[in-house]
């Protein structure tokens, strides 16, 4: 991020608009994903499965999502962007929250297979998943906020595990 300041409207000492604001958070966002992306493309194995911290088996995606999610939280926190650590947690919680809008379309898609029972169980630990991240953005960042735990991936483990009742309660409360 050190490259934008040559930018004459992210000079030192000028308050940044509406438009920069948005402009740095794009940037952020693409750098970000494209590094999970790269490291996840140089460790993936073909027919490998991803469990959650509850060893259920979720998909590829819902995995990369996670791990977009807490590199994300992590670059904001201790990055160059800490200033803006808010506003970029809010983004995350507004990807992560159409990620979930579209796995509920997902699973009424799939309520009338009957073929389909391992994709609608995949997809149902999927929205169970990414609740769980909604969750931790929400509720869970202050003990990343104030340095109990520095890196918010293990955090995360530890609250999806310790909250388990409560994202299922809420996964369930939206499916109805």
């Known amino acids: 991020m050190a490259c934008l300041t040559k930018y004459k409207f992210f000079s030192v000492g000028r308050k940044l608009g509406f438009m920069d604001v948005n402009y740095i958070t ?3 966002e693409v750098s970000m994903f494209t590094q999970v992306y790269a490291k996840e493309v140089a460790q993936f194995k073909a027919g490998g499965e991803k469990k959650d911290a509850l060893e259920n088996k979720i998909s590829n995606s819902a995995h990369f999502l996670k ?5 994300h939280l992590l670059s904001a926190r201790v990055g160059g962007a800490r200033t803006h650590f ?4 809010r983004i995350i919680l507004q990807t ?8 509920s379309q ?5 309520k009338g297979c009957k073929e389909c029972a391992e994709d609608q169980k995949i997809n149902g630990n ?12 929400e509720y869970g960042l202050e003990t990343v906020d104030h340095g109990d735990c520095p ?9 999806y595990k310790k909250n388990e ?3 299922q309660t809420r996964v369930k409360a939206l499916a109805h």
């Open 106 to 110: 997902d699973e009424e898609k799939l």
């Open 67 to 71: 791990q977009y999610a807490m590199h």
């Open 126 to 137: 999927d929205r169970q998943f990414i609740m769980g991240i909604i969750v931790f953005i």
């Open 86 to 89: 808010i506003h970029l947690s």
């Open 26 to 28: 794009m940037i952020f």
């Open 96 to 103: 992560m929250k159409s990620v979930y809008i579209r796995l």
């Open 165 to 167: 009742k409560a994202i």
């Open 151 to 159: 890196d918010p991936a293990p955090c995360f483990e530890k609250f």
